[in-house]
């Protein structure tokens, strides 16, 4: 997959174990200073890039803030001291899989052999080739907030929707059959998010209010039998979920608080204990994520121009840096080597390019295809 440059892209530094982290390049073509790539040359991921780290040359301030100057683009050690590996290498960079400038691009999801995505306060469904990067052709459009998408087993061309204030069933041309609308009546305005299909067949699906307000936020679950269950409270914004492979495990995050929770089920999806699976600090909140074929959770975070990688057990093992600020979800092929990202423009007033688009990083993972609502 040949490298692509975005253009101009501003400069984000947070600190992560005690380095600088530089996510995207401040170069600008016409500065002699800098190499004019196009502003990801000096793409680094967390704990590679330290402030006047000898081998990467001097930190200095650069057009659009102060960078380290990479003296060198050909370094092989991409593992820092605390085993947090950065991906891609230098000559496997981001390309973009899908154009476009979704405000709230969300909700990947691996669909008979292509990605289907949605743009969410657009209330648009969409779809793009898995084979070849390609323009996104919408699906459906919605006159409420769509939040994400699974298919219906049997039923071709119907989904299961997190959609508006509830669960909705969506037919081929935008019809809808209302399961619940649990958010309704809710003290303040809130939505549904993200959501997605356990093993088992069951929707989840959480909730946000459109102001954030702490707490106000839910996490449901749609049984076989179309009937809408709250099973958490008290979080802000709902994220994930993502499951195990046998559905016993569930990652869901409250990206308001930073907290990857995960939570063990029972046969009939009612949790037995809830614990933290991950915390992140540096900056950033978790959104989107997906379980791989070895067990490890892929988070999109939102704020970081990143995604997150972790082993089973919660250890931090690769971060991929992005050249988009604000990742929003993530899908693995189940073919393997790509990693496919929605991101968003929302409240970016500037928002570099390619921020909105769909972005494809090649990495060593595979996840299963999206599974189906399995109704009675």
Sequence with gaps: MAARMYGQLPVAET???????TVVGACTADDERWPACGGWCAVAGADLLRAGRADYGEAEDGPRGRVARPDRFDRPDRTSQNGTTTMPEQDQQPVVWAPGTHELGEGARWV?????FTDILAGRLLEVSGTEPGTPRELLRLDVPLGAVAPVEG???HWIAAAGTGIALLGPDGSTEWLARPEEDAATPVRMNDGVCDPQGRFWAGSMAYDETPGAGSLYRTDHDGTVHRVLTG?????????????????VADSTAGVI???????????????EFARITDGGSPDGMTVDTEGRLWVAVWGSAAVHRYEPDGTLSAVVPLPAPQPTSVCLP?????????????????APSPSGAVLAVPVDAAAPAAVGYRPR
């Design 15 to 21: 600190e992560l174990s005690g380095e600088l982290r």
């Design 112 to 116: 008979d052999g292509r990605l289907v």
């Design 155 to 157: 039923r071709p061309g």
């Design 235 to 251: 979080l802000t914004i709902v994220n994930g979920p993502a499951f195990s492979a046998d559905g016993r495990l569930l990652h």
């Design 261 to 275: 929770h995960r939570c063990t089920l029972d046969d009939d999806g009612n949790p037995l204990d809830t614990v």
């Design 334 to 350: 189940p073919t393997g080597g790509r990693l496919l990202v929605t991101t968003a423009r929302l409240g970016l007033p500037d």
